[in-house]
């Protein structure tokens, strides 16, 4: 297999379309406006409803997205699925130029679903990788995404903040939907296309059903497997809360103005991706599990210093830390998790890998919304996200790294 340089292109500009929605609606500016324009922050009720709208949508995707990739890989429908929900997202953000103060109903409904559209057409974006990078590239593609995602992340912020600052919150969000779906237009045309000749819905839907059912069973029985699976449960759903709600805590808790939680944000992207591309190789020649353990060990001290700060000032000095995390674990994660897939069965696996992924989505942000709304403060739900970054750390040190494949194929 060798590497079709418009394919991977594609691929990895696609990340860096769909992290305009990752920065601007999911992290940094919606949340804020949502939670306290739209719902109102009173005693926590504006971080209930985004917590809510937040956990629902990762749950849709959790229980839907191992039968619809089942369905996917047995009838080769990965790009249409990409395209049907990358263009549920891009209009449900769009939509949000519609609410008003007081909205909270609509709004939740809206994130849902653009949230929706937005990670589970994550599902068939990853099942991609096997077929466009041969192993002995696929960590280095895959971080090669990441990196450039953060690249679409700070531009789209830069876009972002002269709306912000002049308060035209409408127009900043039909700006992320042009930008989702501008970039995203080169996937559709050059990523591998669908199978022709597909059976019958009916078909595809029971031979899909039965092949993510034999992936599960096959995935019982492996120790090691097991064992990472339960720790990206985890920590995941740590780094998945950190996302949801880090820049509401620092409006919220420590005063951050709109203009300055996208400065901060920005701060964190540039060191996010200065750890994508700098632990890529490193990766390799490590193994990722010491690469996934290291990020485990930054966040667990970037937010337990979190759950002390009092001031913006020791807030910016924790935003590089947690963002040289953020930028590693991802693509390490995939990585370790791609050496325990067997040959041929790459995107079952990835299907199961993207269940436990969503649904680590879900206890998070719930468990931060009730702690913050039943204390008054957002203090002890950090302490929260803590705990799940260590104890995915210590499940999974004693856990056998499988030897990563041998070098083939080249660039095309």
Not at 20 to 41: K, T
Not at 282 to 298: E, F, H, Q, Y
Not at 302 to 317: D, G, H, I, N
Request: aromatic content about 14%; overall charge positive.
């Amino acid at each position: 297999m060798i590497l079709d340089r418009r394919q991977v292109a594609s691929w990895i500009l696609y990340d860096f379309a769909n992290s305009s929605y990752s920065a601007v609606i999911a992290a940094v500016v919606f949340p804020v406006y949502y939670v306290q324009v739209v719902v109102g922050n009173e005693g926590g009720r504006g971080d209930l409803w985004w917590g809510r709208a937040i956990s629902l949508s990762m749950a849709l995707v959790a229980l839907s997205s191992p039968f619809l990739g089942g369905i996917a890989d047995f009838g080769g429908w990965k790009k249409r699925f990409l395209f049907l929900y990358t263009a549920l997202s891009v209009a449900a953000i769009a939509a949000l130029s519609s609410l008003q103060e007081g909205m909270a109903l609509p709004g939740f409904a809206l994130i849902v679903l653009a949230n929706l559209g937005m990670e589970g057409g994550l599902v068939f974006y990853n099942s991609f990788l096997p077929r466009i990078a041969p192993p002995s590239h696929q960590g280095r593609v895959s971080a090669w995404g990441y990196g450039v995602g953060y690249l679409g992340s700070i531009l789209s912020l830069l876009l972002a903040l002269p709306l912000v600052r002049s308060g035209q919150f409408a127009s900043t969000w039909l700006m992320v939907a042009c930008f989702f779906a501008l970039f995203s237009l080169p996937a559709f045309f050059y990523l591998p296309p669908d199978e022709a000749g597909s059976p019958s819905l009916l078909a595809v839907a029971v031979g899909g059903a039965k092949q993510v059912w034999k992936s599960l069973r096959e995935m019982t029985k492996g120790e090691e497997i097991r064992r990472f699976l339960l720790s990206y449960l985890l920590y995941e759903d740590g780094v998945n809360t950190v996302i949801v709600f880090s820049s509401v805590f620092a409006a919220t808790t420590l005063g951050f103005s709109a203009t300055g939680l996208v400065y901060l944000y920005l701060t964190v992207q540039l060191f996010a991706l200065l750890g994508a591309f700098a632990l890529a190789r490193p990766t390799d020649l490590w193994g990722a599990k010491k690469v996934v353990i290291l990020s485990l060990l930054l966040w667990t001290v970037a937010v337990s210093s979190a759950f002390l700060v009092r001031t913006q000032a020791q807030f910016w000095s924790l935003s590089g830390l947690a963002g040289l995390g953020l930028g590693t674990i991802q693509a390490a994660s995939r990585a370790l998790f791609a050496r325990l897939v067997p040959p041929g069965k790459e995107a079952e696996y990835f299907g199961v890998y993207s269940l436990v992924g969503k649904s680590s989505a879900i206890l998070g942000p719930l468990l931060f919304g009730i702690l913050s709304s039943s204390f008054g403060s957002q203090r002890p739900a950090i302490l929260a996200v803590a705990a799940f970054f260590l104890s995915g750390m210590l499940v999974l040190l004693p856990m056998r790294e499988a030897p990563w494949p041998a070098k083939e194929g080249g660039e095309k």
